[in-house]
């Protein structure tokens, strides 16, 4: 288990300007972003048993929000 947050801009720091550009540009990106950017302070808080949750609850929010990595890290590559 992580306790670290894992921002955008900490996990693809040699994309922060494409970041910044889509979330302005780009409404579905923006939407996506949010959302990972909620679901990850959801796992941080439940890693940290600041709100802790079930074990599974915990795991599907972890695939969940590295589904939504992937779908934006292709979103910055593309």
Do not use: C, G, W
């Not at 802790?52 to 929000?65: A, Q, S």
């Amino acid at each position: 288990m992580s306790n670290t947050p894992h921002e955008l801009l900490e996990e693809f720091p040699q994309l922060a300007d494409k970041i910044s550009e889509l979330k302005q540009s780009d409404a579905h990106f923006a939407k996506l972003a949010e959302e990972y950017h909620a679901l990850n302070r959801a796992v941080h808080r439940a890693e940290t048993l600041v709100e802790p949750v079930e074990e599974l609850t915990e795991v599907e929010m972890r695939k969940k929000r590295a589904a939504l990595k992937d779908e934006l890290y292709r979103m910055l590559t593309a």
